[in-house]
Nanobody, 126 residues
Framework: QVQLVESGGGLVQAGGSLRLSCAAS????????MGWFRQAPGKEREFVAA????????NYADSVKGRFTISRDNAKNTVYLQMNSLKPEDTAVYFC???????????????????WGQGTQVTVSS
């Protein structure tokens, strides 16, 4: 059974930092594209960042470029999202996702990812 468990969310002031973690189990972690998405109240789920199994391909949404960094540790079956210079508009539930196709890294589409975590809340106060 595939499980993705996110952690590291919380409340932070604008300009602050948080690091999200996603621990994966039950899948061949090194074979998957891993991504982070977020969903704010009343809005659709949107792409944040993604990384390929070899880390050779990394993609970011324009809204987080230069502030967020995605990384993965295949030995620990974990993917991370370092979030710096946080803004109130970054407030959302953040979801970890695993996709079988490497296209998921390039396209950043929800339908490219087969497995999802339960989400972790990130709240940025102004």
């Amino acid at each position: 059974q595939v499980q993705l468990v996110e952690s590291g969310g919380g409340l932070v002031q604008a300009g602050g930092s948080l690091r999200l973690s996603c621990a994966a189990s039950g899948l061949s972690f090194s074979m998957n594209a891993m991504g982070w998405f977020r969903q704010a109240p009343g809005k659709e789920r949107e792409f944040v960042a993604a990384i390929s199994r070899s880390e050779s391909n990394i993609n970011y949404a324009d809204s987080v470029k230069g502030r967020f960094t995605i990384s993965r540790d295949n030995a620990k079956n974990t993917v991370y999202l370092q979030m710096n210079s946080l803004k109130p508009e970054d407030t959302a539930v953040y979801f970890c996702a695993a996709g079988l196709s490497p296209l998921g890294v390039l396209r950043g589409k929800v339908f490219d990812y087969e497995y999802w975590g339960q989400g972790t809340q990130v709240t940025v106060s102004s």
